[in-house]
């Protein structure tokens, strides 16, 4: 929600970055898998691609969303915060009283980028 704030809700970039932020959320919380890639993401989420994919468009094309557009990307960008809260609170990587989670979280997520850098040096 703060981020709606400083953004031009028209702007397909904007929209897209605020859906891959909730969306990579959503699947670090469920599969402990961290994702960067929006086309991947709507991939693995097909309930969303559709949305993904307008935006994707209209980005690719420079054009802006309508009134109507907008209104139905911040229908599926409430969808996706309550997916985000849900999976924080019941995903895998739920935080119990015993955890750190955010030390638990940033250690995943450090030990996923060192595998990709090792990946990308063995290309």
Do not use: W
Not at 31 to 56: G, H, R
């Amino acid at each position: 929600k703060k981020h709606r704030n400083k953004y031009n809700l028209y702007d397909p970039k904007k929209n897209l970055y605020i859906f891959r932020e909730l969306m990579r959320g959503i699947y670090l919380f469920e599969n402990e898998e961290l994702v960067n890639d929006i086309n991947t993401l709507a991939a693995k989420m097909p309930e969303f691609k559709d949305s993904v994919d307008m935006l994707l468009k209209y980005k690719l094309a420079g054009q802006y969303l309508s009134a109507v557009e907008q209104q139905e990307i911040m229908t599926v960008e409430m969808e996706l915060e309550k997916r985000m809260l849900n999976a924080k609170e019941y995903g895998i990587l739920r935080e119990r009283p015993t955890d750190n989670l955010k030390k638990n979280v940033n250690r995943f997520i450090l030990e996923e980028r060192k595998k990709s850098y090792e990946k990308e040096i063995q290309c």
